[in-house]
Antibody, heavy 120, light 108 residues
Framework: QTQLVQSGIEVKKPGASVKVSCKAS????????LSWVRQAPGQGLVWMGW????????NYAPKFQGRVSMTVDTSTATTYMELRGLRSDDTAVYYC?????????????WGQGTLVTVSS | EIVLTQSPGTLSLSPGERVTLSCRAS???????FAWYQQKPGQAPRLLIY???TRATGIPDRFSGSGSGTDFTLTISRLEPEDTAVYYC?????????FGGGTKVEIK
């Protein structure tokens, strides 16, 4: 079954870091790039950046540059997103999403989402 | 950064009606790298349209996309009850990729 399965709910204090995983199955992992998109409660979608799975090259949105890292473990077909210096406004559902081969910014497969709550 | 503005914010229509959702970009979207997504409560978004007008796998043909440059449209030819959702436009021709604020479609 072709799917992306993310790690579970996280609760963090302000200033902490969170690392969310996204495990791919059912397709050739290194043939598709992966992006991370977040959605604050009741709000819209915000693209955070993407990682090229075959070589680990990254492209981060300016809003998150310096605070985010996206990495890849090809041996386990898993992508990780780490966000540092958490603030209350980082509370959101974080999604990983696969880009199509010819349209890498169009996301045809999504993880189930990981809720990250930042609260003191 | 390309800002995408969707209109209207909310639509309330009856089953069988034709629905037209608009999305305007602050700059021209390059290479027609433009998509539409559907999101239902508690679910991840679902890709409907990419490349302005190509339907994604499994998407019914009542969904269609059109437009170019800075003005894009998603049309639902005959609204079904299961189409109740928030619809987002997205451009992926320029980094950072950006999404519109969404249009909520409700069934009367």
């Amino acid at each position: 079954q072709t799917q992306l399965v993310q790690s579970g709910i996280e609760v963090k204090k302000p200033g902490a870091s969170v690392k969310v995983s996204c495990k791919a199955s059912g397709y050739t992992f290194t043939s598709y790039g992966l992006s991370w998109v977040r959605q604050a409660p009741g709000q819209g979608l915000v693209w955070m950046g993407w990682v090229t799975t075959y070589n680990g090259h990254t492209n981060y949105a300016p809003k998150f540059q310096g605070r985010v890292s996206m990495t890849v473990d090809t041996s386990t077909a898993t992508t990780y997103m780490e966000l540092r210096g958490l603030r209350s406004d980082d509370t959101a559902v974080y999604y990983c999403a696969r880009g199509k081969t010819t349209h890498p910014g169009a996301f045809d497969l999504w993880g189930q989402g990981t809720l990250v709550t930042v609260s003191s | 950064e390309i800002v995408l503005t969707q209109s209207p914010g909310t639509l309330s229509l009856s089953p069988g009606e034709r629905v037209t959702l608009s999305c305007r970009a602050s700059q021209s979207v390059s290479r027609n790298f433009f998509a539409w997504y559907q999101q239902k409560p508690g679910q991840a978004p679902r890709l409907l349209i990419y490349g302005v007008s190509t339907r994604a796998t499994g998407i019914p043909d009542r969904f269609s996309g059109s437009g170019s440059g800075t003005d894009f449209t998603l049309t639902i030819s005959r609204l079904e009850p299961e189409d109740t959702a928030v619809y987002y436009c997205q451009q992926y021709g320029s980094s950072p990729l950006t999404f519109g604020g969404g249009t909520k479609v409700e069934i009367k």
